[in-house]
Protein backbone atom coordinates (compact mmCIF):
# COMPACT_ATOMS: atom_id res chain seq x y z
CA UNK A 1 0.00 0.00 0.00
CA UNK A 2 1.03 3.44 -0.33
CA UNK A 3 -0.46 6.40 1.75
CA UNK A 4 0.53 10.25 2.55
CA UNK A 5 0.89 11.64 5.77
CA UNK A 6 -0.93 15.04 6.85
CA UNK A 7 1.04 17.03 8.88
CA UNK A 8 0.35 20.39 7.90
CA UNK A 9 -3.24 22.60 7.73
CA UNK A 10 -5.49 23.71 5.23
CA UNK A 11 -8.73 25.33 5.99
CA UNK A 12 -11.41 26.13 3.13
CA UNK A 13 -12.26 29.49 2.53
CA UNK A 14 -16.25 28.92 3.78
CA UNK A 15 -14.34 28.11 6.94
CA UNK A 16 -16.31 24.61 6.75
CA UNK A 17 -13.55 22.58 6.30
CA UNK A 18 -10.49 21.68 8.28
CA UNK A 19 -7.84 18.82 7.77
CA UNK A 20 -4.20 18.01 7.49
CA UNK A 21 -2.58 17.90 4.53
CA UNK A 22 1.06 17.74 2.40
CA UNK A 23 2.52 16.25 -0.45
CA UNK A 24 2.07 12.28 -0.75
CA UNK A 25 5.20 10.27 -0.38
CA UNK A 26 4.71 6.59 -1.57
CA UNK A 27 5.91 4.66 1.04
CA UNK A 28 5.74 1.09 -1.39
CA UNK A 29 4.65 1.25 -5.15
CA UNK A 30 0.86 1.15 -5.23
CA UNK A 31 -0.40 -2.08 -7.47
CA UNK A 32 -2.98 -1.08 -9.92
CA UNK A 33 -6.46 -0.63 -8.51
CA UNK A 34 -5.35 0.13 -5.41
CA UNK A 35 -6.90 2.42 -2.59
CA UNK A 36 -4.65 5.20 -1.56
CA UNK A 37 -4.97 4.77 2.58
CA UNK A 38 -4.52 8.63 4.08
CA UNK A 39 -3.35 8.78 7.75
CA UNK A 40 -4.38 12.26 9.64
CA UNK A 41 -2.50 13.56 12.94
CA UNK A 42 -5.12 14.17 14.98
CA UNK A 43 -4.92 17.25 17.34
CA UNK A 44 -6.22 17.50 20.95
CA UNK A 45 -4.48 13.92 21.53
CA UNK A 46 -1.76 13.35 24.43
CA UNK A 47 -0.18 10.34 25.22
CA UNK A 48 -1.66 8.34 28.84
CA UNK A 49 0.38 9.00 31.60
CA UNK A 50 0.10 8.41 35.82
CA UNK A 51 -1.29 11.29 37.43
CA UNK A 52 1.89 31.04 35.95
CA UNK A 53 0.03 28.88 37.96
CA UNK A 54 -1.02 29.74 41.42
CA UNK A 55 -2.73 26.72 43.18
CA UNK A 56 -1.34 23.71 40.77
CA UNK A 57 1.15 20.91 40.57
CA UNK A 58 4.17 20.45 38.95
CA UNK A 59 3.16 18.92 35.04
CA UNK A 60 4.14 15.44 34.03
CA UNK A 61 5.71 14.68 30.24
CA UNK A 62 3.16 14.64 27.52
CA UNK A 63 0.40 16.16 29.69
CA UNK A 64 -0.13 19.29 27.81
CA UNK A 65 1.89 18.33 24.40
CA UNK A 66 0.64 21.94 23.18
CA UNK A 67 2.41 24.08 25.24
CA UNK A 68 5.28 25.55 24.25
CA UNK A 69 7.64 28.17 25.92
CA UNK A 70 8.42 31.53 23.59
CA UNK A 71 11.69 32.92 24.79
CA UNK A 72 13.42 36.49 24.44
CA UNK A 73 17.24 36.93 24.83
CA UNK A 74 17.24 33.46 26.32
CA UNK A 75 14.72 34.09 28.54
CA UNK A 76 11.09 32.43 29.19
CA UNK A 77 8.73 35.57 27.75
CA UNK A 78 4.86 34.14 27.70
CA UNK A 79 3.46 30.47 26.80
CA UNK A 80 1.72 29.57 23.66
CA UNK A 81 -0.62 26.67 22.02
CA UNK A 82 0.98 24.62 19.26
CA UNK A 83 -2.33 24.47 16.92
CA UNK A 84 -0.52 22.99 13.47
CA UNK A 85 2.91 22.14 12.72
CA UNK A 86 3.75 25.54 11.82
CA UNK A 87 1.63 27.88 13.81
CA UNK A 88 1.90 28.76 17.45
CA UNK A 89 -1.12 31.16 19.35
CA UNK A 90 -0.34 33.29 22.19
CA UNK A 91 -1.33 36.61 23.14
CA UNK A 92 -0.38 39.86 20.99
CA UNK A 93 0.92 41.70 24.39
CA UNK A 94 3.72 39.98 24.57
CA UNK A 95 4.64 38.72 21.38
CA UNK A 96 5.80 42.45 20.17
CA UNK A 97 9.63 41.33 20.05
CA UNK A 98 11.52 41.03 16.98
CA UNK A 99 12.93 37.50 17.63
CA UNK A 100 11.50 35.09 19.15
CA UNK A 101 12.45 31.70 19.80
CA UNK A 102 9.42 29.05 20.37
CA UNK A 103 10.19 25.62 23.20
CA UNK A 104 8.79 23.02 23.91
CA UNK A 105 7.78 20.72 27.38
CA UNK A 106 9.47 18.77 28.57
CA UNK A 107 11.84 21.22 29.69
CA UNK A 108 11.73 24.61 28.08
CA UNK A 109 15.70 24.87 28.20
CA UNK A 110 16.57 21.59 27.06
CA UNK A 111 14.24 21.27 24.12
CA UNK A 112 15.41 22.26 20.33
CA UNK A 113 14.50 25.63 19.78
CA UNK A 114 12.56 26.65 16.73
CA UNK A 115 13.12 30.17 15.22
CA UNK A 116 9.41 32.28 14.53
CA UNK A 117 9.13 33.10 10.49
CA UNK A 118 6.54 36.06 11.83
CA UNK A 119 4.08 37.18 13.66
CA UNK A 120 0.78 38.46 13.21
CA UNK A 121 -1.12 40.01 15.52
CA UNK A 122 -5.08 40.16 15.23
CA UNK A 123 -6.11 43.48 13.46
CA UNK A 124 -8.52 44.86 15.98
CA UNK A 125 -5.95 44.64 18.90
CA UNK A 126 -4.74 47.86 20.40
CA UNK A 127 -1.81 47.95 22.78
CA UNK A 128 -3.58 49.86 25.55
CA UNK A 129 -6.49 48.06 25.46
CA UNK A 130 -7.50 43.86 26.53
CA UNK A 131 -9.78 42.92 23.78
CA UNK A 132 -8.31 41.64 20.73
CA UNK A 133 -5.60 39.63 22.76
CA UNK A 134 -4.39 37.00 20.36
CA UNK A 135 -1.41 36.44 18.10
CA UNK A 136 -0.24 33.94 15.73
CA UNK A 137 3.40 33.04 15.05
CA UNK A 138 4.53 31.17 12.12
CA UNK A 139 7.55 28.80 12.58
CA UNK A 140 10.08 28.40 10.32
CA UNK A 141 10.38 24.93 10.24
CA UNK A 142 7.27 22.79 10.54
CA UNK A 143 7.51 21.15 14.29
CA UNK A 144 7.75 17.58 14.25
CA UNK A 145 4.68 15.50 16.46
CA UNK A 146 6.07 12.42 18.46
CA UNK A 147 3.41 12.41 21.36
CA UNK A 148 4.88 14.28 23.50
CA UNK A 149 4.75 17.21 20.79
CA UNK A 150 1.06 17.67 19.73
CA UNK A 151 -1.40 20.26 18.25
CA UNK A 152 -4.62 21.16 20.16
CA UNK A 153 -7.49 21.28 18.30
CA UNK A 154 -9.12 24.65 17.66
CA UNK A 155 -13.31 24.58 18.86
CA UNK A 156 -15.72 24.50 16.19
CA UNK A 157 -17.68 27.81 15.08
CA UNK A 158 -20.68 28.58 17.52
CA UNK A 159 -19.16 25.71 19.98
CA UNK A 160 -20.54 26.84 23.21
CA UNK A 161 -18.36 25.54 26.44
CA UNK A 162 -20.75 25.62 29.40
CA UNK A 163 -20.12 27.57 32.57
CA UNK A 164 -18.67 25.92 35.37
CA UNK A 165 -16.95 22.99 32.89
CA UNK A 166 -13.77 21.97 34.37
CA UNK A 167 -10.84 23.20 32.59
CA UNK A 168 -6.91 23.18 32.56
CA UNK A 169 -4.47 26.04 32.38
CA UNK A 170 -0.60 25.61 32.38
CA UNK A 171 2.60 27.21 32.18
CA UNK A 172 6.31 28.53 33.05
CA UNK A 173 4.91 31.60 34.79
CA UNK A 174 5.43 32.81 38.19
CA UNK A 175 3.24 30.82 41.48
CA UNK A 176 2.69 33.75 43.46
CA UNK A 177 1.93 37.17 42.75
CA UNK A 178 5.01 38.85 41.72
CA UNK A 179 7.68 35.87 41.96
CA UNK A 180 9.54 34.32 39.82
CA UNK A 181 8.98 32.39 36.89
CA UNK A 182 8.79 28.16 37.22
CA UNK A 183 11.26 26.23 35.74
CA UNK A 184 9.07 23.28 35.85
CA UNK A 185 5.35 23.38 33.96
CA UNK A 186 2.72 24.11 36.20
CA UNK A 187 -0.33 23.36 35.21
CA UNK A 188 -4.32 23.60 37.31
CA UNK A 189 -7.82 22.73 36.87
CA UNK A 190 -10.18 25.72 36.76
CA UNK A 191 -13.86 25.82 36.04
CA UNK A 192 -15.56 28.14 33.32
CA UNK A 193 -16.92 31.03 34.93
CA UNK A 194 -19.91 32.88 33.54
CA UNK A 195 -19.79 36.27 31.86
CA UNK A 196 -22.79 37.17 34.35
CA UNK A 197 -20.74 36.31 37.43
CA UNK A 198 -17.56 37.48 36.05
CA UNK A 199 -19.08 41.31 35.39
CA UNK A 200 -20.44 41.45 38.71
CA UNK A 201 -19.78 45.07 40.66
CA UNK A 202 -17.34 43.36 42.91
CA UNK A 203 -15.38 41.01 39.70
CA UNK A 204 -14.63 42.90 36.60
CA UNK A 205 -17.34 44.67 35.96
CA UNK A 206 -17.53 46.60 32.92
CA UNK A 207 -14.06 45.28 31.71
CA UNK A 208 -15.46 41.61 30.24
CA UNK A 209 -16.44 41.84 26.53
CA UNK A 210 -17.93 39.18 24.40
CA UNK A 211 -14.05 38.11 23.20
CA UNK A 212 -13.36 37.21 26.86
CA UNK A 213 -13.86 34.07 28.95
CA UNK A 214 -13.28 33.63 32.62
CA UNK A 215 -12.05 30.42 34.45
CA UNK A 216 -11.37 29.87 38.10
CA UNK A 217 -12.26 29.91 41.19
CA UNK A 218 -14.03 33.87 43.13
CA UNK A 219 -13.15 32.69 46.14
CA UNK A 220 -9.39 32.45 44.96
CA UNK A 221 -6.43 30.46 45.56
CA UNK A 222 -5.52 28.97 41.75
CA UNK A 223 -5.43 30.89 38.82
CA UNK A 224 -2.66 31.62 36.06
CA UNK A 225 -0.11 34.70 36.95
CA UNK A 226 2.76 36.54 35.52
CA UNK A 227 4.26 34.61 32.52
CA UNK A 228 1.90 32.37 31.75
CA UNK A 229 -0.11 35.13 29.18
CA UNK A 230 -0.38 33.22 25.64
CA UNK A 231 -0.83 30.14 27.42
CA UNK A 232 -3.60 27.75 26.98
CA UNK A 233 -6.96 27.18 28.40
CA UNK A 234 -7.63 23.22 27.38
CA UNK A 235 -11.24 21.71 27.97
CA UNK A 236 -11.56 17.91 26.69
CA UNK A 237 -14.71 17.38 24.99
CA UNK A 238 -15.48 13.64 24.26
CA UNK A 239 -11.90 12.97 24.57
CA UNK A 240 -10.19 15.75 22.42
CA UNK A 241 -8.66 19.05 23.97
CA UNK A 242 -9.66 21.59 22.61
CA UNK A 243 -8.48 25.52 23.18
CA UNK A 244 -11.23 27.42 24.53
CA UNK A 245 -8.92 30.48 26.09
CA UNK A 246 -5.64 31.65 25.82
CA UNK A 247 -4.34 33.52 28.57
CA UNK A 248 -4.71 37.52 28.72
CA UNK A 249 -5.18 39.22 32.14
CA UNK A 250 -6.32 39.30 35.67
CA UNK A 251 -6.05 41.49 38.80
CA UNK A 252 -2.77 39.81 40.90
CA UNK A 253 -2.48 36.14 40.87
CA UNK A 254 -5.54 33.68 42.86
CA UNK A 255 -7.19 36.71 44.63
CA UNK A 256 -10.44 36.43 45.59
CA UNK A 257 -13.51 37.52 42.67
CA UNK A 258 -10.21 37.91 40.73
CA UNK A 259 -10.31 34.80 38.70
CA UNK A 260 -7.75 34.59 35.41
CA UNK A 261 -9.40 36.65 31.97
CA UNK A 262 -8.89 34.62 29.33
CA UNK A 263 -9.29 35.38 24.91
CA UNK A 264 -12.30 33.38 23.93
CA UNK A 265 -11.32 31.30 20.87
CA UNK A 266 -14.32 30.78 19.45
CA UNK A 267 -14.84 35.03 19.23
CA UNK A 268 -11.46 34.81 17.05
CA UNK A 269 -11.86 31.54 14.66
CA UNK A 270 -12.73 33.68 11.33
CA UNK A 271 -9.43 35.19 11.32
CA UNK A 272 -6.98 32.32 12.62
CA UNK A 273 -8.30 30.38 9.88
CA UNK A 274 -8.09 32.92 7.50
CA UNK A 275 -4.37 34.05 8.34
CA UNK A 276 -3.51 30.21 8.25
CA UNK A 277 -5.07 29.82 4.92
CA UNK A 278 -3.18 33.18 3.29
CA UNK A 279 0.38 32.80 4.78
CA UNK A 280 0.63 28.98 3.27
Not at 3 to 17: A, L, V
Not at 141 to 169: A, H, T
Not at 181 to 187: A, D, K, N
Request: include cysteine; charged fraction near 20%; charge should be neutral.
Amino acid sequence: SCYCEFISMFISRNYDILFSTRNCEKKKNCEKNKHLIYFCIACGSRPKFIARIVGGNLSVEGQFPWQVSLHFQNEHLCGGSIISSRWILTAAHYSHMEIIIVCCFPCRFAFPSLAVEKIIYHSRYRPKGLDHDIALMKLVQPLSFNGFVEPICLPNFGEVFEDGKMCWISGWGATDDGGEGSVSLHSARVPLISTKACSQPEVYQGYISPGMICAGYLEGGTDSCQGDSGGPLACEDSFTWKLVGATSWGQGCAEKNKPGVYTRITQSLAWIHLQMEVSI
